[in-house]
């Protein structure tokens, strides 16, 4: 998802003399000082948090990694691209009033790159959601291995790529002079009304309908499994059935928590993309402020996920432990 398409806002500059750009497109400090700390918050969090995920997987042997933890991983990673490429464009952006710095080269590329990431992040959350849902609800016909799985995320990146691809050509740089300097800025050219509804349609379809549809029905379905399985246990044996119980609570709440986060971070902010994307005219100065919060909203997902595997409980919190342990010895 590109950024919204920039506007300068409440500025007004008299013809007496030449100014700087730092005067006409830099906003004060002083009203940057939230954004800056939220926008800290958030990519430190994300990018430390994620970091760590990979940093305990990697540190495993092979064969000691679930398949759930390569899932893992491969969001954790995509949280990271997303955090790296988002959080500080989207600050660096609002601070410039919307100007452009990257080059053109650079509008397209960043842009392509974050939301592939983006598309990747989303359909990473529903290869787990399905995989979950047939180990669980289909676990007579279903045979899960690693190297499947591999191939999963693979074909996760390659598609989410290719599917971004439209935007590599609607994603263009529009640069004009003001008195003695050029400016920037970066933003989407659909060429037609055609093609626009449909790259609005499409995109909404993609990152937000269809993986929104898929996780709420997985994840019912095994949450709907699970408590049944708890409620009228088959063939156990009653003195290990809390054990079962507590482990399959865990996975409830973990499992109900990845979906919650997906739908209530990231589904406002592709709402209000297309709602703004179906207009002809640009963002008024308080939508702008208000997509900004939204986009940090979204970003801070990023965080929330290394806290949801780290406090869900099992190997991977175990994993972390020993990590944590290991590393404060090397001195």
């Given at each position: 998802m590109a950024s919204p398409t920039?506007?300068?806002?409440?500025?007004?500059?008299?013809?007496?003399?030449?100014?700087?750009?730092?005067?006409?497109?830099?906003?004060?400090?002083?009203?940057?000082?939230?954004?800056?700390?939220?926008?800290?918050?958030?990519?430190?969090?994300?990018?430390?948090?994620?970091?760590?995920?990979?940093?305990?997987?990697?540190?495993?042997?092979?064969?000691?990694?679930?398949?759930?933890?390569?899932?893992?991983?491969?969001?954790?990673?995509?949280?990271?691209?997303?955090t790296s490429l988002y959080v500080p464009i989207n600050l660096l952006s609002d601070y410039l009033r919307g100007a452009w710095v990257f080059g053109a080269a650079g509008c397209k590329i960043i842009n392509y790159i974050r939301t592939t990431a983006m598309t990747a992040l989303a359909f990473t959350l529903v290869a787990l959601a399905i995989d979950r849902y047939r180990a669980i609800c289909r676990s007579f016909q279903f045979e899960s291995s690693k190297a499947r799985t591999k191939k999963t995320i693979l074909f996760v990146w390659i598609l989410s790529a290719a599917l971004m691809t439209p935007y590599l050509y609607v994603i263009?740089?529009?640069?004009?002079k003001l008195y003695n300097f050029n400016v920037q800025f970066c933003r989407r050219k659909y060429g037609n009304?055609?093609?626009?509804?449909?790259?609005?349609?499409?995109?909404?379809?993609?990152l937000c309908v269809v993986p929104s549809v898929i996780l709420v029905f997985c994840y019912s379905r095994i949450i709907l499994r699970i408590w049944k399985s708890i409620k009228y246990p088959v063939n156990e044996v009653r003195q290990g059935s809390s054990k079962i119980d507590n482990a399959r609570k865990k996975t409830i709440t973990t499992?109900?928590?990845?979906?919650?986060?997906?739908?209530?971070?990231?589904?406002?902010?592709?709402?209000?993309?297309?709602?703004?994307?179906?207009?002809?005219?640009?963002?008024?100065?308080?939508e702008k402020e208000v997509m900004f919060w939204v986009v940090c909203l979204a970003n801070s997902c990023s965080v929330l996920h290394p806290i949801a595997y780290a406090f869900s409980g099992g190997k991977f919190q175990s994993k972390k432990s020993q990590t944590v342990t290991r590393m404060s010895t090397i001195r």
């Open positions: 920039p506007i300068l806002q409440n500025i007004t500059i008299p013809m007496a003399r030449n100014f700087t750009f730092e005067e006409i497109f830099v906003k004060p400090a002083n009203v940057m000082v939230a954004k800056t700390i939220v926008s800290l918050i958030i990519f430190i969090g994300a990018f430390g948090g994620n970091a760590m995920v990979i940093g305990v997987l990697l540190r495993q042997s092979s064969k000691r990694i679930g398949i759930a933890e390569y899932y893992i991983a491969a969001l954790a990673f995509a949280d990271l691209l997303v263009q740089s529009d640069e004009f009304e055609e093609f626009r509804t449909f790259m609005i349609i499409f995109n909404y379809l993609i499992i109900t928590i990845m979906t919650i986060l997906f739908l209530l971070l990231w589904v406002p902010l592709w709402t209000m993309q297309i709602v703004f994307d179906s207009r002809p005219q640009t963002f008024t100065t308080e």
